[in-house]
Antibody, heavy 120, light 108 residues
């Protein structure tokens, strides 16, 4: 059973860059043809898909965030990463990483989530 | 983007009753690539149903997904105490993936 774990700073200042990493264990990030997604959830609100990456580096982003987001993958370390630039208080949320089966099954496995607060 | 609307916002039922949750899409969901997730407080979402009607690994058969095109339903046949949670639908037939706003299933 694959496991995912988010890590990164819990506090980011406005206008700076939010950086998170998702470490994958129990399986190789390169096997199975999966994508790897990021999803966020502001406190008390719904889910928003940020984007995804394949092991080969192919990306898809939510147009609402595309100008500020970069998702990258490091297969040697079996992890993938999220960078969100020019953050504001509206970016405060729990950020989840997830294994994305794409058309076969969508978001099958999730990390526990990490709270990122944007505040000075 | 394909906007998903869930109904009702809150559903109050008792254990043992049948729960019916609805999800409507603003555009037809390509190939009925519609998923349902359950989320409990402080936890990550858990995949229940994918491709509108296929149960994910380990999901009890009291959870049933149905529908096609723009209208989808999640039915929980006999509610167990652990089923009271928030449920989200999600379409993954077109980019960007989108989620409904959620239905809170609470104990009556």
């Amino acid at each position: 059973q694959v496991q995912l774990q988010e890590s990164g700073p819990g506090l980011v200042k406005p206008s700076q860059t939010l950086s998170l990493t998702c470490s994958v264990s129990g399986g190789s990030i390169s096997s199975g043809g999966y994508y790897w997604s990021w999803v966020r959830q502001p406190a008390g609100k719904g889910l928003e898909w940020i984007g995804r990456i394949s092991a080969g580096g192919s990306t898809n982003y939510n147009p609402s965030l595309k100008s500020r987001v970069t998702i990258s993958v490091d297969t040697s370390k079996n992890h993938f990463s999220l960078k969100l630039r020019s953050v504001t208080a509206a970016d405060t949320a729990v950020y989840y990483c997830a294994r994305d089966g794409g058309y076969t099954s969508s978001l099958t496995d999730w990390g526990q989530g990490t709270l990122v607060t944007v505040s000075s | 983007e394909n906007v998903l609307t869930q109904s009702p916002g809150t559903l109050s039922l008792s254990p043992g009753e049948r729960g019916t949750l609805s999800c409507w899409a603003s555009q037809s969901v390509s190939n009925d690539y519609l998923a349902w997730y359950q989320q409990k407080p402080g936890q990550a979402p858990r995949l229940l149903i994918y491709a509108a009607s296929s149960r994910a690994t380990g999901i009890p058969d009291r959870f049933r997904g149905s529908g096609s095109g723009t209208d989808f339903t999640l039915t929980i046949s006999r509610l167990e105490p652990e089923d009271f949670a928030v449920y989200y639908c999600q379409q993954y037939g077109s980019s960007p993936y989108t989620f409904g706003q959620g239905t809170k299933l609470e104990i009556k």
